[in-house]
């Protein structure tokens, strides 16, 4: 999920994951964040051996792997870019 969710990123077509319209992160940050939200899938279920995290800790994950440099790839969030999530909700 977090690798769709960043191909937009990686390929130069946005700058940040708030520019990645037509991924389900960019829907995801449209709507208020609650950090005791459950991730709940875009599409099906979540099955019970999945990592049982929040949405909110999903964003910043998703926000921090954007702004690693890999080799290959070209695009990346700018560090001076400010964070998808504050600090504190």
């Not at 937009?8 to 994951?17: E, K, N, Q, S, Y």
């Not at 999903?58 to 695009?75: I, M, S």
């Amino acid at each position: 999920m977090a690798y769709v969710d960043l191909n937009p990123v990686r390929a130069g077509m946005a700058d940040d994951l708030q520019g990645s319209s037509h991924t389900s992160i960019y829907r995801r940050l449209q709507r208020p964040v609650d950090d005791r939200q459950p991730l709940n899938a875009v599409a099906g279920p979540i099955r019970p051996e999945r990592l049982p995290i929040s949405e909110a800790q999903y964003l910043r994950l998703v926000d921090w792997t954007g702004r690693q440099l890999h080799p290959g790839k070209r695009g990346l969030i700018e560090g001076t870019a400010p964070p998808v999530l504050p600090s504190v909700l």
